[in-house]
């Protein structure tokens, strides 16, 4: 990079939402209402300390796992068609941790002319102003506006589009497959709220297949993906000094046909009374039950543009990595906010 271009370099601005002690009461409060109720549940993001996120990396490099090279290989070869086909002039990306497979869609934005700010939602504040940082030199002249933040929380307090642009909000990796009907039905609607009229969605999402092919994906030869769901225990007892027996758990992923998801659970082999001081409960675990860790949710292309219509968006291009979007693995889906 050119001295030119170093002065050019924009510092990044770091807007921090979440409360600093967000992640411990979101913990207990979490514990105390999953573990408490039938079938018990844990939600999906306490998966996700240092050593799941490595756990998470390692396994989407996994021949058997293939979302993440399926995505990225979309966004590859169409991030010009995606900016061609819309509008914007500020991008938006919902659970943005490094922005890797976002920056080839920056890319694409910065060679129309046309990337003006990038906000970067996440609720890891260390990663997100890392990635700013490195955002802010690889785009000189960006304006980029993190956001330590919960998507599911505010969505109301995201920055506007510079200079009177549209926004496109990026929520890429099939994330929305971890949401229960009731709540995908409810983020939907808030995000909708949230946007102008005219403004974009891309959003990424595995599509139905084989349920062989989707059962190697989740139950891994290396045991990868179950030392992944069973590390959620044991952020339990490293944050609140439970008791589980991690040996007397086995991983049980399940094809739910009905609902067309992947559903992770965690089996109790043997009964167990955990002890949750820093949640104040204690829960009783019988022979064979299960606690409900992760959800994934496969679509139809038709199920989602119908989903995105009751929500308030018109579906305008999907593209996916066949030339029959029926026969695709994965899609990405463009929708622009309806007028209200």
Same mark, same amino acid.
């Given at each position: 990079m050119s001295r030119e271009h170093h002065d050019d370099v924009? !510092? +990044?601005?770091? =807007?921090?939402?979440?409360? +600093?002690? @967000?992640?411990?009461?979101?913990?207990?409060?979490?514990?105390?209402? *999953?573990?408490?109720?039938?079938?018990?549940r844990l939600p999906p993001k306490w998966l996700y300390d240092d050593e799941g996120s490595r756990l998470f990396d390692a396994i989407t490099r996994l021949p058997e796992y293939y979302p993440t090279e399926t995505e990225r290989s979309i966004i590859v070869e169409h991030a010009d068609d995606i900016v061609a086909a819309c509008d914007a002039c500020t991008v938006v990306e919902l659970g /943005?941790?490094?922005?890797?497979?976002?920056? &080839?869609?920056?890319?694409?934005?910065? *060679?129309?002319?046309?990337?003006?700010?990038?906000? +970067?939602?996440?609720? /890891? #504040?260390? =990663?997100?102003?890392?990635?700013?940082? &490195?955002? /802010?030199?690889?785009? +000189?002249?960006?304006?980029?506006?993190?956001?330590? *933040?919960?998507f599911t929380l505010h969505l109301g307090q995201l920055p506007p589009a510079a200079d009177d642009g549209r926004r496109m909000v990026a929520f890429l990796g099939s994330t929305i497959g971890n949401l229960y009907v009731e709540e995908r039905r409810a983020f939907l609607g808030a995000l909708a709220d949230s946007l102008d009229d005219g !403004? @974009?969605?891309?959003?990424?999402?595995?599509?139905?297949?084989?349920?062989d092919r989707l059962v190697a994906a989740y139950h891994d030869s290396q045991g990868l993906t179950r030392a992944f769901v069973r590390n959620s225990l044991v952020v339990l007892s490293r944050e609140l000094g439970a008791d589980f027996d991690l040996d007397a758990f086995s991983y049980t992923p399940l094809w739910d046909a009905h609902m067309e998801r992947m559903d992770l659970r965690l089996r109790a082999e043997m009964p167990q009374r955990v002890r949750i001081p820093g949640a104040?409960? #204690?829960? !009783?675990?019988?022979?064979? #039950?299960e606690i409900h860790v992760e959800i994934s949710t496969k679509f139809r292309i038709a199920q989602l543009a119908a989903e995105l219509d009751e929500a308030g968006f018109e579906v305008v291009r999907t593209f996916t990595d066949a030339a029959d979007p029926a026969d695709g693995d994965f899609a990405l889906t463009l929708a622009r906010r309806r007028p209200a």
């Amino acid at each position: 990079m050119s001295r030119e271009h170093h002065d050019d370099v924009r !510092e +990044p601005a770091v =807007t921090v939402l979440l409360d +600093p002690d @967000w992640a411990s009461g979101s913990l207990v409060d979490d514990v105390r209402r *999953g573990l408490t109720r039938t079938p018990k549940r844990l939600p999906p993001k306490w998966l996700y300390d240092d050593e799941g996120s490595r756990l998470f990396d390692a396994i989407t490099r996994l021949p058997e796992y293939y979302p993440t090279e399926t995505e990225r290989s979309i966004i590859v070869e169409h991030a010009d068609d995606i900016v061609a086909a819309c509008d914007a002039c500020t991008v938006v990306e919902l659970g /943005s941790g490094t922005s890797d497979k976002t920056r &080839m869609l920056l890319d694409a934005f910065a *060679g129309a002319g046309r990337l003006q700010r990038f906000v +970067p939602v996440d609720v /890891s #504040e260390a =990663t997100l102003r890392d990635a700013a940082d &490195m955002l /802010s030199r690889r785009y +000189p002249g960006l304006d980029v506006q993190a956001v330590v *933040g919960d998507f599911t929380l505010h969505l109301g307090q995201l920055p506007p589009a510079a200079d009177d642009g549209r926004r496109m909000v990026a929520f890429l990796g099939s994330t929305i497959g971890n949401l229960y009907v009731e709540e995908r039905r409810a983020f939907l609607g808030a995000l909708a709220d949230s946007l102008d009229d005219g !403004e @974009w969605l891309l959003l990424g999402t595995d599509l139905v297949k084989s349920v062989d092919r989707l059962v190697a994906a989740y139950h891994d030869s290396q045991g990868l993906t179950r030392a992944f769901v069973r590390n959620s225990l044991v952020v339990l007892s490293r944050e609140l000094g439970a008791d589980f027996d991690l040996d007397a758990f086995s991983y049980t992923p399940l094809w739910d046909a009905h609902m067309e998801r992947m559903d992770l659970r965690l089996r109790a082999e043997m009964p167990q009374r955990v002890r949750i001081p820093g949640a104040g409960i #204690e829960v !009783e675990l019988g022979l064979g #039950e299960e606690i409900h860790v992760e959800i994934s949710t496969k679509f139809r292309i038709a199920q989602l543009a119908a989903e995105l219509d009751e929500a308030g968006f018109e579906v305008v291009r999907t593209f996916t990595d066949a030339a029959d979007p029926a026969d695709g693995d994965f899609a990405l889906t463009l929708a622009r906010r309806r007028p209200a």
